[in-house]
Each structure stands twice: as C-alpha cells, then as structure tokens.
C-alpha cells in the first residue's frame, strides 16, 4: 500500500490581504511559519520515507519545517506549482472582479477554462497529477509527503481519482498547512482517506489562489 500526503502551503500576507498568488513567488509569513512548525510533528509521527515540494518558496519552506525533523531532504517539482492566474497575479481579487468582470464571474461559476490567461483546470490537473505520480514512484509502497499549493492540490487530487470538475467543486478547500491523504493499493487503485486534515489553528485564507 503506498500512502500519499499532500499538503497545502501555510499562510502568507498575499493570502490574508486577499491578492492573487499564482506561480508569483510569495514568502511564508509568521503565521505560516508557525503553521507549518505546528503541523510537522503530526506528519513526521506518519513516518514519511520522501518528501516533495513545490519550487514556490512558501510551498518548499512548509516542507522544510518537516524535513528538519525527518532528516530527508525536500525534493523540488516545479510541476507542483500553484495554477497560473494569468493577468490576475498579483491583484487583489476584487480589483480581478472589477477588472476582469466575465472572467471572474466565469471564475466563480467554476468554469475551467475562464479567460484572463489563466490555467485551464484540466492542464493544471495533468501537471499536478504527472508530478505527484512521480513523487510516488520515489517511494513506492511507502509514504510520500507533497507539499504543494490549494488549487494544485484539489486538481491534482482529481487527476489521481478521476473526478471531474463538478464532483471537485463540491470539495472543501484545503485550509493553509492542512492536507488530503491518498491511498493506494493493487485492488482499488487510488482512494480517498481523509481531506483537510491539520493542527488546530488561528482562521486563515482557503483561497486556491
């Protein structure tokens, strides 16, 4: 049985100002900082034997936190990477609604394919689902720890299962530093254990952005 862990970034001040991230570069503030110190012990105590991580620095430095107590080093994927929000990166959402007022509302409606230069779902789900199917192949038939972003994560776990957009939309948005947990074996397949798992913790930004 190979065990999957895939855990969204903590927070940074673009996620509690409410700006769009993207693939820009965001450091962890101290809440993410203590988020992720916090949520460490309770993955390390799940043994991990690899753990993988976003190139993105808010996503590679929440692994760190588990690597330091682990001893493994972080193996980047820039495949990992956030969605890429096109001309909405940087922005605060509502200067993308204002701005962009068809493609945030096909946004919000959960369109895949909205507009503004943004990543449709199904390239991001590809990507996301190549790359966590990689990190398992690190580890096979052991436990693997992705640390990645919210929108990859969701899309990325849809690849692994097959479900589509709708059957994703109705899925709680991972809280920052929380995770899904995957399991696989040679009978069904990929299956679904647990979904926003985590340390208890000070309101944050669910956004996928």
């Not at 965001?26 to 916090?38: F, H, I, K, T």
């Not at 994927?77 to 940087?90: I, K, S, V, Y």
């Not at 507009?115 to 192949?137: C, F, H, M, Q, S």
């Not at 254990?193 to 952005?209: C, F, I, K, L, Y």
């Amino acid at each position: 049985m190979t065990r999957l862990i895939i855990w969204r970034h903590g927070n940074t001040d673009w996620n509690a100002a409410g700006r769009v991230q993207g693939q820009t570069d965001v450091p962890l503030n101290d809440l993410g900082r203590e988020q992720a110190r916090s949520a460490a012990p309770l993955l390390a105590a799940l043994r991990p034997d690899v753990v993988v991580a976003s190139d993105l620095c808010r996503a590679a430095d929440t692994a760190a936190a588990l690597a330091q107590l682990t001893g493994h080093p972080v193996r980047p994927d820039a495949r990992l990477r956030e969605r890429h929000f096109g001309h909405w990166q940087g922005l605060a959402l509502t200067d993308a609604a204002e701005r962009f007022p068809t493609e945030y509302a096909r946004w919000r409606a959960g369109d895949p394919d909205p507009g503004a230069g943004i990543e449709p779902l199904d390239d991001l789900g590809k990507r996301v689902g190549t790359a966590l199917l990689a990190a398992v192949e690190l580890a096979d038939g052991g436990t693997v720890v992705v640390a990645t972003h919210g929108g990859a994560a969701r899309q990325g776990v849809g690849h692994l299962l097959g479900w589509d957009h709708d059957v994703l939309r109705s899925v709680g948005a991972l809280a920052n530093c929380h995770w899904t947990e995957l399991r696989r074996n040679d009978v069904r397949g990929w299956h679904l254990r647990a979904h926003n798992v985590g340390p208890p913790a000070r309101p944050a930004s669910s956004e996928p952005v």
